[in-house]
């Protein structure tokens, strides 16, 4: 054993009980999975990896579980009125569903309650270090992994620990993406990212000027429309603005239910368009662009309401912010609008300011990972990230599908080594390939999943893994 | 493992996402110890033309009194639960699926008769912590044949669509006071018509999450299901069934209920889910 006062580089014949790069005792924690989070992501791998007979170490830098459904946490998106966007079959877990009793989109605090019923049942706190960030995760020999960490915020001492696997669920929808605008610096309103909306009343009495036609913009244009004083909403292009019913059923039911009779997307999308065309009609006499995509090439919004603030009046639909400048904006069609406040719904990016950036696959510093699935990185078996995705429906039942994947792949690493190597070099040809059919090139769709092609691929690596 | 399970964990569920089960009101009756031991719960399943009140009879209480948390469902037309004359087997499934969720921490799901078909498919759904079938019923064609052989009287009309009638020699040993099994079998319902024909085609259930411990027991002197069976089903998880001799179908209402009971719970105090 080398002695633990050594510095610099790490040393190729490094055991375990060797010091960290900084010197610093490493504990290892044998064949322990580490899982970084414990939003909705990080629980299912805690389950799931537990269920496969793993021992698991949770870091969340919050004192409780649920990640950015949890509206007391600072780095929570959500705000009062949020609601689902999926309905219920497609939201929850596929092992643990939602009560019956509650309503085909639920809201916010309904779902960090399942959350937290979730963790109960399943006893997944005793997993769970609350209060912990990962400030580190290094790679070192035999796929093994260096984690450190520290109480959130930075007290006190760092903390290494040594893991037979990483799973990384740290989110991707609180790092605000800020678009950079001519004259911005000078406006005399007020400026908000959506990531800080929690409450109408921020609106109220206002004129507003929102930002971005995502899910969260839409939503924001309908509240101020019915708190603000003036609403204006600036939209990059078109959308196709999809009710949450169609047909007197959950829009997403009815579209699953042409997936599942296999309905080629060509025809699926005359038939969008023209049950769009019968329901929401032409938006265009509202001033609204008209799409330059068919639909399903740009990542669904699902609003019933937003369409109708446009036809009252209380929404006026606007192109792009061309400069702003200290009493107003300038659009880009020449118009000049005076908003007191503007709220910029322009998402989030990915990061993960623990990892070397090239482990991900993001070697030009893009900020952009290359994986396979979309959660398995090439050249690293031992290390998955679940969640990193953007389905045009529930998130969470693909992650809980990724984690299972993640932990077989695991025991058959333990089990038949060599149907594991075969395994890993699948993911390493696989890096960067994309489950969304043609979708718009821009970094909201960076990550864009149709759920059913995803999940094909994903039973696919299952069926290869388990030699079906 | 046996053919007759289909081993492939299959994650595109179109049918289920695009075509949810409509819920129906569930009546769960329940006896909880008076001090919570930690111990998980577990969750009755009563079989065709049966409701909750089989279990409630006998077994809630004394699993309770064991320090065990006990529920039992009825499933939707059976019991105290919603009328259902539609209902088919996913939506069994589906009743139990959400009551078993609905409980605090990872139950056990115990299923007797057809029940047991209903928890094998539940358990495709829902990572029980361990599952025991009892006297089980899983179906297929060769389950007409033996009830037809039992029964014929009974058993005709239900496969044309009628109800199935049980008589009191198939369900209950000798022992059972004449006027105790009277009262039961004036409580029995039916199950219904899909779901009955969807027993016999015998669908076979997609694999458990998450492997649990399965327990089968039974008596051989059960009228519905012969050993053989009972060593099947047994079989298909791989052990032996726990066998209590001179017991009719519903070990929970014959005289020596206490017996399969408390082997049962002994079996899961020695933790057999605990990794």
């Given at each position: 054993?080398?002695?633990?006062?050594?510095?610099?580089r790490p040393?190729p014949?490094?055991?375990?009980?060797?010091?960290?790069r900084?010197?610093?005792?490493?504990?290892?924690?044998?064949?322990?999975?580490c899982?970084i989070g414990?939003?909705?992501?990080?629980?299912?791998?805690?389950?799931?990896?537990?269920?496969?007979?793993?021992?698991?170490?949770?870091?969340?830098?919050?004192?409780?579980?649920?990640?950015?459904?949890?509206?007391?946490?600072?780095?929570?998106?959500?705000?009062?009125?949020?609601?689902?966007?999926?309905?219920?079959?497609?939201?929850?877990?596929?092992?643990?569903?939602?009560?019956?009793?509650?309503?085909?989109?639920?809201?916010?605090?309904?779902?960090?309650?399942?959350?937290?019923?979730?963790?109960?049942?399943?006893?997944?706190?005793?997993?769970?270090?609350?209060?912990?960030?990962v400030v580190r995760v290094e790679p070192v020999d035999g796929d093994r992994w260096d984690v450190t960490?520290?109480?959130?915020?930075?007290?006190?001492?760092?903390?290494?620990?040594?893991?037979?696997a990483v799973l990384v669920a740290n989110g991707h929808n609180w790092s605000?993406k800020?678009?950079r605008?001519?004259?911005?610096?000078?406006?005399?309103?007020?400026?908000?990212?959506?990531?800080?909306?929690?409450?109408?009343?921020?609106?109220?009495?206002?004129?507003?000027?929102?930002?971005?036609?995502?899910?969260?913009?839409?939503?924001?244009?309908?509240?101020?429309?019915?708190?603000?004083?003036?609403?204006?909403?600036?939209?990059?292009?078109?959308?196709?603005?999809?009710?949450?019913?169609?047909?007197?059923?959950?829009?997403?039911?009815?579209?699953?239910?042409?997936?599942?009779?296999?309905?080629?997307?060509?025809?699926?999308?005359?038939?969008?368009?023209?049950?769009?065309?019968?329901?929401?009609?032409?938006?265009?006499?509202?001033?609204?662009?008209?799409?330059?995509?068919?639909?399903?090439?740009?990542?669904?919004?699902?609003?019933?309401?937003?369409?109708?603030?446009?036809?009252?009046?209380?929404?006026?639909?606007?192109?792009?912010?061309?400069?702003?400048?200290?009493?107003?904006?300038?659009?880009?069609?020449?118009?000049?609008?005076?908003?007191?406040?503007?709220?910029?719904?322009?998402g989030y990016l990915p990061r993960f300011e623990f990892l070397d950036p090239g482990i991900l696959g993001d070697a030009d510093g893009s900020g952009r990972p290359r994986l396979w699935l979309h959660a398995f990185p090439p050249g690293h078996p031992t290390l998955a990230v679940a969640g990193l995705l953007q389905?045009?429906?529930?998130?969470?039942?693909?992650?809980?599908?990724q984690?299972?994947?993640f932990?077989?792949s695991?025991?058959?690493?333990?089990?038949?080594?060599?149907?594991?190597a075969?395994f890993a070099s699948r993911a390493a040809a696989g890096a960067g390939e994309r489950y969304a059919?043609?979708v718009k090139d821009s970094s909201r769709h960076w990550f864009e999943v149709?759920?059913?092609?995803y999940?094909?691929a994903?039973?696919?690596a299952?069926?290869?893994?388990?030699?079906? | 493992?046996?053919?007759?399970?289909?081993?492939?964990?299959?994650?595109?569920?179109?049918?289920?996402?695009?075509?949810?089960?409509?819920?129906?009101?569930?009546?769960?009756?329940?006896?909880?110890?008076?001090?919570?031991?930690?111990?998980?719960?577990?969750?009755?399943?009563?079989?065709?033309?049966?409701?909750?009140?089989?279990?409630?009879?006998?077994?809630?209480?004394?699993?309770?009194?064991?320090?065990?948390?006990?529920?039992?469902?009825?499933?939707?037309?059976?019991?105290?639960?919603?009328?259902?004359?539609?209902?088919?087997?996913?939506?069994?499934?589906?009743?139990?699926?959400?009551?078993?969720?609905?409980?605090?921490?990872?139950?056990?799901?115990?299923?007797?008769?057809?029940?047991?078909?209903?928890?094998?498919?539940?358990?495709?759904?829902?990572?029980?912590?361990?599952?025991?079938?009892?006297?089980?019923?899983?179906?297929?064609?060769?389950?007409?044949?033996?009830?037809?052989?039992?029964?014929?009287?009974?058993?005709?009309?239900?496969?044309?669509?009628?109800?199935?009638?049980?008589?009191?020699?198939?369900?209950?040993?000798?022992?059972?006071?004449?006027?105790?099994?009277?009262?039961?079998?004036?409580?029995?319902?039916?199950?219904?018509?899909?779901?009955?024909?969807?027993?016999?085609?015998?669908?076979?259930?997609?694999?458990?999450?998450?492997?649990?411990?399965?327990?089968?027991?039974?008596?051989?002197?059960?009228?519905?299901?012969?050993?053989?069976?009972?060593?099947?089903?047994?079989?298909?998880?791989?052990?032996?069934?726990?066998?209590?001799?001179?017991?009719?179908?519903?070990?929970?209402?014959?005289?020596?209920?206490?017996?399969?009971?408390?082997?049962?719970?002994?079996?899961?105090?020695?933790?057999?889910?605990?990794?």
């Amino acid at each position: 054993m080398s002695p633990s006062t050594e510095h610099g580089r790490p040393d190729p014949e490094t055991t375990t009980l060797a010091p960290s790069r900084d010197g610093r005792p490493v504990s290892d924690r044998g064949d322990t999975v580490c899982v970084i989070g414990a939003g909705a992501s990080g629980l299912t791998a805690v389950k799931n990896l537990t269920e496969h007979g793993f021992g698991v170490d949770c870091y969340e830098r919050e004192t409780g579980v649920g990640g950015g459904w949890n509206w007391r946490h600072d780095r929570s998106p959500v705000y009062a009125s949020t609601h689902l966007i999926s309905s219920r079959p497609f939201t929850q877990f596929p092992d643990f569903p939602m009560p019956d009793s509650w309503p085909d989109y639920p809201h916010h605090s309904q779902l960090l309650s399942y959350f937290e019923r979730y963790a109960d049942h399943f006893d997944l706190r005793r997993h769970i270090w609350f209060g912990t960030e990962v400030v580190r995760v290094e790679p070192v020999d035999g796929d093994r992994w260096d984690v450190t960490t520290r109480s959130t915020g930075g007290y006190g001492p760092e903390r290494t620990s040594r893991y037979a696997a990483v799973l990384v669920a740290n989110g991707h929808n609180w790092s605000p993406k800020l678009p950079r605008y001519e004259g911005l610096e000078e406006f005399r309103g007020e400026v908000m990212h959506a990531s800080s909306y929690k409450d109408p009343a921020q609106l109220r009495g206002k004129r507003v000027l929102v930002v971005g036609a995502g899910n969260t913009g839409c939503d924001l244009a309908v509240e101020a429309a019915q708190q603000a004083s003036r609403c204006w909403h600036s939209t990059r292009r078109g959308y196709w603005y999809a009710p949450k019913y169609v047909l007197g059923r959950p829009a997403d039911q009815v579209n699953d239910a042409l997936l599942s009779w296999r309905v080629p997307l060509r025809l699926r999308q005359w038939l969008y368009h023209r049950t769009l065309r019968l329901t929401v009609g032409d938006l265009t006499r509202f001033g609204l662009p008209k799409p330059d995509h068919r639909v399903y090439e740009t990542h669904p919004i699902a609003n019933s309401q937003l369409v109708y603030y446009v036809g009252h009046g209380e929404i006026t639909p606007v192109p792009e912010v061309a400069r702003f400048h200290p009493g107003g904006v300038t659009l880009t069609d020449g118009r000049e609008i005076d908003p007191e406040l503007v709220v910029f719904a322009t998402g989030y990016l990915p990061r993960f300011e623990f990892l070397d950036p090239g482990i991900l696959g993001d070697a030009d510093g893009s900020g952009r990972p290359r994986l396979w699935l979309h959660a398995f990185p090439p050249g690293h078996p031992t290390l998955a990230v679940a969640g990193l995705l953007q389905p045009d429906s529930g998130l969470f039942t693909l992650a809980h599908w990724q984690t299972v994947l993640f932990a077989r792949s695991l025991r058959l690493r333990r089990e038949q080594p060599q149907r594991a190597a075969a395994f890993a070099s699948r993911a390493a040809a696989g890096a960067g390939e994309r489950y969304a059919g043609k979708v718009k090139d821009s970094s909201r769709h960076w990550f864009e999943v149709g759920h059913v092609d995803y999940l094909r691929a994903v039973q696919r690596a299952l069926d290869e893994l388990e030699g079906k | 493992m046996s053919g007759t399970t289909d081993e492939r964990v299959r994650i595109l569920r179109g049918r289920e996402w695009a075509h949810p089960v409509r819920p129906a009101r569930r009546e769960v009756l329940s006896a909880v110890p008076e001090v919570d031991e930690g111990r998980p719960p577990l969750l009755f399943v009563p079989g065709f033309g049966h409701g909750a009140w089989a279990f409630a009879e006998h077994w809630l209480e004394h699993t309770a009194s064991r320090g065990f948390p006990a529920y039992a469902v009825s499933l939707r037309g059976h019991g105290g639960s919603e009328p259902a004359s539609g209902a088919t087997l996913r939506a069994y499934t589906h009743d139990v699926v959400q009551a078993a969720a609905e409980l605090p921490r990872q139950a056990v799901l115990v299923g007797h008769g057809a029940g047991a078909l209903v928890v094998s498919h539940a358990l495709a759904r829902y990572p029980a912590r361990a599952a025991v079938l009892v006297a089980p019923v899983l179906g297929g064609p060769a389950t007409a044949g033996l009830a037809l052989r039992a029964n014929p009287v009974g058993t005709l009309p239900a496969l044309f669509g009628g109800a199935l009638r049980l008589h009191r020699r198939q369900l209950f040993g000798r022992e059972l006071p004449d006027a105790d099994a009277r009262r039961h079998l004036a409580r029995l319902g039916r199950a219904g018509r899909r779901a009955q024909w969807q027993l016999l085609a015998g669908r076979p259930a997609e694999p458990a999450v998450g492997r649990p411990p399965v327990l089968v027991l039974g008596s051989p002197d059960d009228r519905v299901v012969p050993p053989a069976a009972l060593t099947r089903a047994a079989g298909r998880y791989g052990a032996a069934p726990l066998l209590f001799p001179g017991m009719g179908h519903d070990l929970m209402l014959d005289t020596r209920w206490q017996e399969p009971l408390d082997a049962l719970l002994d079996w899961l105090v020695k933790d057999p889910g605990r990794r």
